[in-house]
């Protein structure tokens, strides 16, 4: 067996999505993602030893790295980038798994007596925020959304209007998601083997699959098991449990709670809709006085990059402290099209970039990636995403009390440089929309429309 294409993931590793699909991992890319089988329909252990997966190994184990399922490690293996397959080969529990191939693995690819050693649990879409960049896909409050905004437009404008039309068909699959594991079994049986878990979603905290398996691992003393987290902190209490009891039996170094904080104050309450920031303020300094290790995960698009240096800044005095030393700012591009940064008119980018480098030669706080900030910053202004912004903000806006513009006042700035689209697409909802069920705040601009 050659060892140079083999990835451990395939037989320790198992990525569950809200609509249930187990996949391989979750940095697999293509047109035809490989998905081993449904949680929903079959047991872990069915699906771990599925065709697709039994395939996915066959090739492994004869020197292949499927395009169709690895480009993106193959690709950053390429380039010199260390891909996640080669994280992955150098994970503590990996060696012993890879030279035990031979003993476990059959010719067709099953594998027996494997131990599931890393979870990445995104199994519910169940959320407590609706963020602009997110998706029904992610979040139940989205799907809500969604529902409540449709009511306003009759049959035929949703059909004529591909934003209204897609946003339909997209909700409709929101009854293939997993609110709830159909059981716990696979915990129950997998629980003594885990090594490293990842819980996102959705909202972890808010998942009774979560408070089960932090329970779990507490009752067993298995406070090795690496964990982290990706959630919104707007909620650290569960049913008369407070994680910070739980998460302080593990040392410093094996739980990592990331917050998804993209904004401070007003501004993250209209980017994460459903954020209120005094609670998740607050949550973060608890968790961070507790000695638990915090960081912002950090999502920049062209609604926070405008002012990413004071944000890095405040980010990095919230989450640094004596109890929590490693604390950094995590920074992710977005790239959805309609709020990514190449929203942004070139100009604009330009200063943005200059003063973020000059920032960064003086400034103390700690950050990761920032280069990918860079590179999107550089790339040329897209007006179709520009307008898509403006389309998109004034339909999220519709029906509230605030608009983008009392939140993140540039914008206002950028709405009269670039002919007032928002008030444009806001004019044309409202005309469309079935009239006295829908209306637009817009304090900052001094035009207030309610039917
Ligand atoms: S090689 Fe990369 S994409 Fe393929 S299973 Fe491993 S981590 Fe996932």
Redesign the pocket.
């Known amino acids: 067996m050659s060892q140079s294409k083999i ?1 451990v ?2 037989w320790s590793h198992v990525n569950i999505n809200p609509n249930g699909d187990v996949w ?2 979750c ?2 890319r293509g047109d035809q993602m490989r998905v081993y089988g449904n949680f929903k329909e079959d047991d872990i252990d069915t699906i771990f030893n599925s065709e697709s997966a039994r395939e ?1 190994r066959r090739s492994m184990l004869q020197g292949v ?1 499927p395009r169709d ?2 480009i ?2 193959i690709e950053y293996e390429k380039i010199g980038i260390k ?3 080669l994280w ?1 080969n150098l994970q503590p529990w990996a060696k012993e798994i890879i030279d035990n191939i031979p003993n476990t693995t059959k010719d067709d690819g099953t594998v027996e007596n494997y131990k599931i050693k890393f979870w990445d649990l995104r199994w519910s879409n169940l959320c407590n925020m609706k963020c602009v960049m997110c998706s029904p896909d992610w979040s139940s409050l989205w799907v809500q959304e969604i529902k409540n905004k449709l009511e306003n437009f009759d049959d035929k404008t949703i059909e004529k209007e591909n934003m209204l039309r897609a946003y339909k068909q997209h909700i409709k699959h929101d009854t293939l998601k997993i609110r709830h594991l159909p059981n716990k079994q696979f915990i129950d049986n997998h629980i003594n083997d885990v090594e490293h878990i990842y819980f996102a979603g959705g909202e972890p905290l808010i998942m009774d699959e979560h408070w089960y398996i932090l329970n779990k691992l507490t009752e067993l003393k298995r406070f090795n098991v690496k964990i982290k987290y990706n959630t919104n902190m707007l909620k650290l209490d569960y049913k008369r449990q407070n994680a910070i009891d739980l998460w302080k039996n593990w040392d410093y170094l094996k739980l990592s709670v990331e917050g998804s904080i993209d904004e401070t104050g007003k501004r993250a309450e209209w980017i994460r809709t459903g954020t209120v920031w005094e609670t998740v303020e607050k949550n973060i300094k608890q968790v961070r006085d507790t000695g638990i290790q915090t960081f912002s995960n950090t999502s920049v698009g062209c609604y926070n990059v405008i002012r990413l240096p004071e944000l890095i800044d405040e980010l990095y005095e919230l989450y640094y402290s004596p109890t929590n030393k490693k604390a950094q700012v995590n920074l992710n591009p977005v790239h959805n099209h309609w709020c990514s940064i190449q929203v942004l008119p070139d100009a604009l980018k330009r200063d943005i970039l200059e003063k973020t480098k000059s920032w960064e030669s003086k400034t103390k706080s700690k950050t990761n990636k920032i280069e990918a900030i860079y590179h999107e910053l550089q790339k040329p202004h897209d007006p179709d995403k520009l307008k898509m912004f403006w389309k998109r903000s004034s339909w999220l806006d519709l029906n509230k009390d605030s608009t983008l513009f009392d939140h993140i006042p540039e914008f206002a700035e950028l709405n009269d440089q670039t002919g007032n689209q928002y008030e444009k697409f806001r004019d044309d909802w409202i005309e469309k929309s079935l009239s006295k069920r829908i209306s637009s705040t817009n304090s900052n601009l001094c035009s207030s429309v309610s039917y």
Do not use: D, E, I
């Open positions: 990835c993931y395939p391989p991992c940095h697999q996915l790295l399922t690895c993106k490690c891909s996640a397959r992955a």
